[in-house]
């Protein structure tokens, strides 16, 4: 079962911030957050990764809680292609521990 | 150039019928995955094969067989179909072992069983 818990959707006017929200309260020491984001079924994609220290790529920015039980997805310009299904994983990092368990996710809305 | 493809993009069959979907990843990778999404877009993981050899199985019915003839490719056999078979799958790839174990994805196979 997924550890995270999103809210199941979201409006972000296009060219604002895009601020999606995840909380993971019982994560280990050991787990890492990640961020995928699904693209009106096609595969999902890796935007981001983290384990306490904010995280900055060219697609976003992961700001992840002190103590570790939260952590904020952010798209800085928001464009209508960000539209997707927006997913938030914890896992172990390392061999065997591969697999990615997707939850229900947040649909963010892009709107002109 | 694409990174993970899969063959066919569509799929429509009968019940009772057996069949198969091909996944190919061009990026050097030794992990591959299967997953499955449902009509509730709920995404699961099937299977996971490194260097060949299967090292996930999450409980998925024997009438799936995954077949991994070498590292670029891992490819899904589907026995004695079902209607609650109707899904997209998904085959993706990564370097295992690494802690950002970037997953890549292929574009989806929709299985319909009628």
């Known amino acids: 079962d997924a550890k995270t818990t999103q809210p199941p959707s979201m409006d972000c006017a296009e060219g604002r911030a895009a601020n999606l929200p995840c909380n993971h309260s019982?994560?280990?020491?050991?787990?890492?957050v990640y961020w995928y984001r699904q693209i009106h079924s096609q595969g999902p994609q890796y935007i981001i990764h983290?384990?306490?220290n904010n995280e900055t790529n060219e697609m976003a920015s992961l700001i992840i809680t002190e103590d570790r039980k939260s952590s904020t997805l952010i798209l800085p310009h928001a464009t209508l292609r960000d539209t997707a299904v927006y997913y938030c994983?914890?896992?172990?990092?390392?061999?065997?521990?591969?697999?990615?368990?997707f939850g229900t996710g947040t649909r963010l809305t892009i709107i002109p | 150039d694409t990174a993970v493809s899969q063959t066919p993009k569509y799929l429509v069959t009968q019940m009772g019928n057996d069949k198969s979907i091909k996944c190919e990843q061009n990026?050097?990778?030794?992990?591959m995955y299967w997953y499955k999404q449902d009509s509730k877009k709920f995404l699961k993981i099937m299977f996971s094969?490194?260097?060949?050899?299967?090292?996930i199985n999450e409980t998925v019915p024997n009438r799936f067989s995954p077949k991994s003839p070498d590292k670029a490719h891992l490819n899904l056999h589907i026995n004695s179909l079902e209607l609650g078979d109707s899904a997209v799958y998904f085959c993706?790839?990564?370097?295992?072992?690494?802690?950002?174990?970037?997953?890549?994805f292929g574009p989806g196979t929709r299985l319909t069983v009628l």
């Open positions: 993706a790839s990564s370097q295992g072992g690494l802690i950002i174990n970037e997953q890549f």
């Open positions: 019982t994560i280990s020491g050991n787990e890492y």
């Open positions: 983290g384990l306490k």
């Open positions: 994983i914890v896992r172990v990092a390392g061999f065997g521990n591969e697999k990615l368990t």
């Open positions: 990026l050097g990778h030794d992990t």
């Open positions: 094969y490194n260097n060949k050899e299967l090292i």
